[in-house]
């Protein structure tokens, strides 16, 4: 057994299942390796961004970390944005990169490139293998950082950089058996208790983390009902349990004057696993720190605390109902007519199956939470890092971990495309992944904060940067290029038709909706 | 003025006229900068290895650095593996990044990372700004940076990180006038001398960087004919000048045993700006240093010398004909049937344009090499640094630098898909670009790798990880979804005709090659 086979099956016996590829010559025994563990799934994907991002969907959705197989720093480079993502929500995930033999580094080869250095920026924990004999056993300490609770900044994706000579040499086995996630601190009692003195309708309790699991949003619930104070999730939490049955956790707003104005009469600002707000920009005139004057901020848990146990603590020291308000069912009837991103909203939430899985990096994303969260019991998925490019590697990520569940990637057009190779990895996988695209032809956004700076008369190089109509994109002929079927919509009963066969697919299938 | 129009305006006033742009909203006040400055020209590209890749492609073919337009370390990271490339080939390029407000960063919001860390691994130089009316000051000193011959490894690539309050600020008028490429050391005599000695039929004159220039591939011509020495370039060189009138330059073959046998009676391997040739990557029975024992490599130029000066005084020095030996003009005939890799290089050799521009990233554009050099006068761009998806890009920003040559992208099936959103930049801009994908839906290049490990029987798993077929990717239909016209071909009367209509074609075209 050499050591690319003593490692993958140390990943295997660890615990983890599904490897993410984007091989090269220098990774070709562990390819050999993961030939020889059939418990180790590889789902290959024509771009990195796409491996990293569905990485990222399937930790998020199994709690267990999924292999990246990327070829050295090239490869760890086109995965990086959607890493940042990962590590922004605290995502277990490896990267297991090759390197050149240790003795070929000298030689400064073109591949070669300071791989540690290209890892540092995304990564807790970062390891060069030095030997065959020893490289299982950083398999496994590498499975045990991605899976030790840490601090938000720091995040969970852990990085095993491994030189071909220590893939190709011989081997030793690993220390064999499972791997828990690590034990996250209890939230001390007399915190517990200072906290439910604090607690009232002039309170927001905010929550991010495990405290928007379905445990944590039913301790909130219970807390918010014993309290009267208001339940937020941070504007971008990774994922969120949500739906009716569920207590209503409504999201922050993005932009730093709706948060003020949210939190302009809130006396007290208790933070569960989340970080007070600050803005996701800067602007001359408003500040980073969004928590207004005379609200005082009570910290209940940090994210890597053991977040819902502070709440079902809380919860009980309070005496709180064991149900607390839930969201009543309220399926909204179909539009008709022009489409619009409500309206899209509102035709997910019409027809969208129980138990669904929503990736979504855009606005009008972002705009059918709340609609959805009325409607039908979903596990949300948002944007942590601000990069986009990651919804539609989430979703295929997430399909594969779940595939039972059907998918929607909620993309804007912009997004979309900077890892629409994650269609093909759909296509080939047979993924229930139904993307909706939001096809305004722009990068909206920028429109929209290129006219905060008070900018009303857009010149045309400014106008040309913000523009994507010139050539228009055919997402329906795109998508068919990598396999994926789909159709494109204007209105309304377009748009129903369109998912309606979306959601009777096996496979994956796209909406163009024109907004 | 602001710190950001004082930025443009210093870059415009020191001869740089193009950005790649894929900017965010930290990026505003310089899209509003760019919007203010005619004489700066935006391209927009939908993912940032675009942009980093058609700055490559435009620097390589002007030697005047353009802008990349990025959005904070994520932006950055997408850009990475084209920058990887750009470092290789010593491109003067530019990366302008955007970050928060300096007084944002400490309130850690999403899309904060450590930009400077995620730009170490590709960057000669790179600068945080820290004000505003020193903004302007540090583009003149980027633009210096990016024009200073540098040893390989370190390239020219220099970053100039912009917090955002440095932008919106008040901004200061840098020195004026436009600067010129940094002075190259000139080789010294004695080495000269003792250079012209050693060379004789058993002689290897290896070139690389400027040697591979017109004047440089001309004077190692004269020294072929004075001396009997055969010319090699590197295995891939940034940009070679090659066709009829101008020597034969062969390029030193891929695999490490290949290169082993052309160098096997070489008694002495001068390098003229090359570096002596490494194994591209480590093999378990096959040396990283490729050069044989008996052959001695002498120096006579490094590739930041004036390498061009130093030939032309070796060829002086060796009283060499100012008319070496020159490749004679030879087109080939159109062959006909079945299409192949080889065919594909005839038939290109065939019909090309003169001064025709190649970029490519593949094994089959590689091999259309010797064939375009013997029929038409061509700038050939390769991939120096070992990470594909560059050809497309480099196509694209080459187009954009010599809008009256054809230029030809000749991509992989594997490698074109990385960066397939080139071809919307291409449709945008009306850039004349045929793109040939070689169809062979496979990493086929990793199946060969495989075998060479003594693996003949390639298991279910791994076969799916070189395996592109399910789905296969329909390229016209991609292409034309992002505005590019397109046909496929299986023969080579179909190819032929394809090509014609690229070749006639205003802007790009794409062309299916079933090989």
Redesign the interface.
């Known amino acids: 057994m050499n050591g690319a086979e003593s490692l993958i099956r140390s990943f295997v016996d660890s615990g983890v299942r599904c490897c993410f590829?984007n091989?090269?010559?220098?990774e070709?025994?562990l390819?050999?390796a993961?030939?020889?563990v059939?418990q180790m799934r590889?789902v290959?994907a024509?771009?990195e961004?796409v491996c990293s991002g569905a990485a990222d969907g399937y930790g998020r959705m199994t709690g267990i970390p999924a292999l990246t197989l990327l070829h050295?720093?090239?490869?760890l480079?086109?995965a990086?944005?959607n890493?940042?993502?990962a590590r922004?929500a605290s995502t277990p995930l490896i990267n297991v990169v090759g390197e050149?033999?240790i003795?070929?580094v000298a030689?400064?080869?073109?591949?070669t490139?300071?791989i540690e250095?290209?890892a540092?920026?995304?990564s807790a924990w970062i390891r060069t293998a030095t030997s065959s004999t020893g490289l299982a056993e950083k398999g496994r300490a590498a499975v045990r950082a991605a899976l030790a609770p840490n601090p938000n900044?720091i995040g969970n994706v852990a990085t095993l950089i491994v030189p071909?000579?220590c893939a190709?040499g011989e081997g030793r086995a690993a220390e064999e058996g499972p791997i828990a996630p690590g034990a996250r601190p209890r939230v001390p009692d007399d915190v517990i208790d200072a906290s439910a003195a604090q607690l009232n309708e002039h309170s927001v309790l905010l929550l991010d983390g495990v405290a928007l699991s379905e445990p944590g949003v039913r301790a909130a619930g219970r807390i918010a009902a014993a309290t009267g104070c208001k339940l937020y999730s941070s504007t971008?939490p990774a994922r969120v349990e949500s739906g009716p049955g569920l207590p209503a956790v409504t999201r922050l707003p993005y932009f730093p004057e709706q948060v003020l104005e949210v939190l302009k009469d809130v006396r007290v600002l208790m933070l569960a696993g989340a970080?007070a707000p600050?803005?996701?920009?800067?602007y001359?005139n408003l500040p980073?720190?969004l928590v207004p004057d005379g609200c005082t901020v009570v910290r209940l848990a940090h994210r890597h605390d053991d977040v819902v146990g502070a709440l079902v603590a809380l919860a009980d020291d309070l005496d709180a109902p064991h149900a607390g308000h839930v969201v009543e069912a309220a399926r909204p009837d179909l539009p008709r007519g022009a489409l619009s991103t409500a309206n899209v909203a509102r035709i997910l939430a019409a027809m969208a199956p129980e138990h669904c899985i929503v990736a979504t990096d855009s606005g009008g994303g972002g705009a059918a939470y709340p609609v959805m969260q009325r409607a039908v019991r979903n596990s949300w998925l948002n944007l942590?890092?601000?990069?986009i490019?990651q919804g539609g590697p989430a979703a295929t990520g997430a399909a594969i971990a779940c595939p039972d569940r059907q998918v929607f990637a909620l993309l804007g057009d912009?997004g979309a495309?900077?890892t629409?190779?994650c269609l093909?990895t759909q296509?080939?996988e047979g993924t229930k992944v139904v993307t909706v695209v939001y096809s305004n032809r722009a990068y909206n956004?920028?429109e929209v904060?290129?006219r905060r700076?008070g900018?009303n008369d857009?010149?045309?190089?400014?106008a040309?940067?913000f523009?994507?109509s010139?050539?228009?994109?055919?997402?329906v002929?795109?998508a068919?290029?990598?396999?994926v079927p789909g159709a494109r919509a204007s209105t309304c009963e377009a748009f129903v038709l369109a998912l309606q066969r979306g959601l009777e697919s096996d496979g994956p299938y796209l909406v163009r909706a024109d907004v």
């Not at 091989?23 to 220098?26: E, K, L, Y």
């Not at 942590?384 to 990069?387: D, F, I």
């Not at 068919?480 to 396999?483: E, L, N, Q, V």
């Open positions: 590829a091989p090269g010559t220098s070709m025994h390819v050999q993961i030939d020889a059939p590889a290959l024509l771009f961004g050295l720093g090239a490869g480079g086109n990086l944005a890493l940042h993502n922004r050149h033999a003795h070929h030689y400064d080869a073109p591949l490139s300071d250095a290209v540092k920026p995304v900044p071909a000579d190709w971008f970080e600050v803005s996701f920009f800067a001359r980073s720190n942590t890092g601000g990069s490019g912009g495309m900077y629409i190779q093909w296509a080939r956004i920028l904060e290129y700076l900018i857009i010149g045309k190089t400014a040309s940067l523009d994507l010139g050539p228009e994109i055919d997402w002929g795109l068919h290029s990598m396999g």
